[in-house]
């Protein structure tokens, strides 16, 4: 087993790293706030999952009517739906603040 870390001697940390090591860490929560900035992706992302769980859960269930590449057209276009709603509820929902409420940036 080797102990020799217990003879190390402390060393002095310059303040600059201290600094840069905490403006490090507020940028990497700032990274994580996206969610606060565009809440509509997290609605996004639930809708994508929503879709593709739905569809893998038709596929398994279904009768093998359907051609595979006609019911993953029709999944493509559903995910796509998902994903023009979203778009359209959060530009309706942007335009209300700025135009109704006048919370303008």
Known sequence: MDTSWKNAKSIDIPEEALIQTLENEKALNNSFSITKQS???L???AGLTAVCGI???KWKTMKKTMRP???L???RV???GTVL???TVGMVYQM???FVLGKKK
């Open 39 to 41: 809440p509509f992706l």
């Open 43 to 45: 609605v996004g992302l």
């Open 55 to 57: 569809g893998a859960y």
């Open 69 to 71: 590449s006609m019911y």
């Open 73 to 75: 057209i029709q999944l």
């Open 78 to 80: 559903a995910a796509q």
């Open 85 to 87: 709603a979203c778009i």
């Open 96 to 98: 209300y603040t700025d």
